[in-house]
């Protein structure tokens, strides 16, 4: 269940609002837990550091905890290795002799795909190195952070860049859009976007604006309702069109939403738009989205190392199993539960099905796919051919993400009503369902103080939430044969992540976890 934690039951919790009998049923004394899913326990460099969808489903699918993008950037940038590895040293070698560097990615410190700091330590790395031309390709957030907090982040990077221009550098930000409206789309849903961004970051092409926080203050002001990640595409001042000889740095560290922007830089065989032109230019990314198809090229910081997750031991035993969800949460199922790999491990036991997600507004239909993707399963798992099967529900993270409280309430309860349909069906077939989150997001939907009281606007309106959680996400076994045989051990609950999930779905089918994995949550009597 895709974004959906156990939060504190009041007014901000549109899961305790949401009519669940399903899962109220489901919540029993002994095969029940609360699992830490965000910060330490699935790798992230501290507790105040929210969990996300990536390293979420990392850990459920790995059963071990890495550390993950944004400790592994900040390691590299603490230490000097990033700045010492080749992949840099060509960007600012491009940079001394002229070329302008361009730094795209998302400018927040939402720490989920990106981090202000990482730009910053490379803005002022790449100075020191000599190169004299530096753009900011400004993605805004309010998905990670608070809504309408763009210009935050946005009066930061100016100051930092006015210290570098006050040297002698020509640094500044040449264009920008919400996150999700140009350039970061995902699992091939959206193409126009990238396209979008294309025109915007590479050809310079957009609505002119003096600034940055004038493009900001005019389209809110046009459109009131609107926050940072919908924003619209614009370009600061002249603008700064990416040419043959610049190099091109995406400083997003999280790989579904860099791939596709960084196949229109790469792929010399490319049809997903029209580029009109492809400068020639040294591209890379903060990181290695994908280690199977390797993408992109060139990158600065290497990815975590998933060594055997759970799909891979399941093949190796020659266990059928099925992966599946709509586009959105398409890749969680596979390329991260995977540990970061695409394709399967054994296509003779593995099936993996994308059922299309809608092109609309997640807060116009909250049900999303989600009883397609039931129908599929149910009648995947009757055909009788899997053991073992993982689907995600994306309602309660999608829907959530736009801060539609309403809308996220009837998400949850999309997700109820299926869990029943499919809890029906895992009765009648005699199997056993686990049920769990990879991380919060509908369980707190307005803003807190410092005291956690929930913040109000100056017509006395809750303000609207639209990150993740740092919750603790519902953990349930529901298995009708089960009787008194094992229960879940309330003592190592109390300190269990999701990654302690793997070994107990392993234990579940019948084996033995193996030695290196966060231990079973199961007790047998």
Known sequence: MDGIGRGAGDEADAVSIASTPTLDRL???????????????VGLPTEDDMGNSEVGHNALGAGKIYAQGAKLVGRAIASGELFEGSVWQQVVARGARGGAIHFLGLLSDGNVHSHIDHLEAMLGAAAKAGC????????????????????????????????LRASGIDARIVSGGGRMRITMDRYEADWDMVERGWHTHVLGEGRTFLSAEEAVKTLRDENPNIIDQDLPEFIVGKGAPIEDGDAVVMFNFRGDRAIEISRAFDDDTFDKFDRVRRPDVLYAGMME???DTHIPKHFLVTPPSIERPMGEILAAAHIPQLAISETQKYGHVTYFWNGNRS????????????IPSDRVPFEQRPWMKAAEITDRLI????????????VNYANGDMVGHTGSFDATVIAVETVDLELARLAKAVEEMQGILVVTADHGNADEMFQRDKHGRVMRDKHGQPVAKTSHTLNPVPFLIHDPMRGDSYEIDPERAKTAGIANVTATCIELLGFVPPDDLESSLLRFR
């Open 27 to 41: 919540w029993v004394p002994g095969a029940r837990a609360e699992l830490r899913a965000h910060g330490r326990a």
């Open 132 to 163: 004299k031309k530096l753009y900011v390709h400004a993605l805004l957030d309010g998905r990670d952070v608070p809504p309408r907090s763009a210009l935050e982040y946005i009066e930061r990077i100016e100051r930092f860049l006015a210290g």
């Open 289 to 291: 989205y994908d280690g």
């Open 343 to 354: 394709g399967m491990f054994d296509d003779g036991t593995e099936t993996y099905i994308e």
């Open 379 to 390: 009648a995947e798992l009757r055909t009788g051919k899997h053991r073992f099967a993982r």
